[in-house]
């Protein structure tokens, strides 16, 4: 675990267990991601610690650009952050809170990595097997990658399975090595 992670857990699990109380969970998911997104920008972060900024002036500003996507308690959390010097944590706040939201929800977020594209019936039948062996809900998500030559690889939490030529050739090599 990074520094970075065990700093932003107890704001990921003090803003889950509010948004669980009020039942704001989406809600919250929208505007963490908003937030992280302002806090990643380039520009954002080179403002972020500048000591030649006003800490209430570039909370404004920050807060600006969140426009009214940003609720109040939102905006208390990016106060909160600004004062703690822990603003440049919003992204691992975010990502943090997704897994606590998808664990509270039975659910688990799962990638399948495709040398080409892969058609409605068999996402169902990846999403319909996962489901089964994890027991959870499936947030299934694609992409292609062509280096994989052939197969897929499926990640889901923890769980990697490797199906791709490439997987299979590197393990293939692997035996022949020893």
Known sequence: MTERTTLARPYAEAVFRLARERKTLKAWSE????AAAVAADPKITALIDNPRVPRNRFVDFFLDVGGKKLDQDAANLVRLLSDNHRLALLPEIA????ALRAQAENRVEAEVVSAAAINETQL???AAALKKRLGRDIDLHTRIDPSLVGGIVIRAGDLVIDGSVQGKLRLLATHLNR
């Open 124 to 126: 169902k039948d990846i």
């Open 31 to 34: 505007m963490l991601q908003l």
């Open 95 to 98: 990502a943090l809170y997704e």
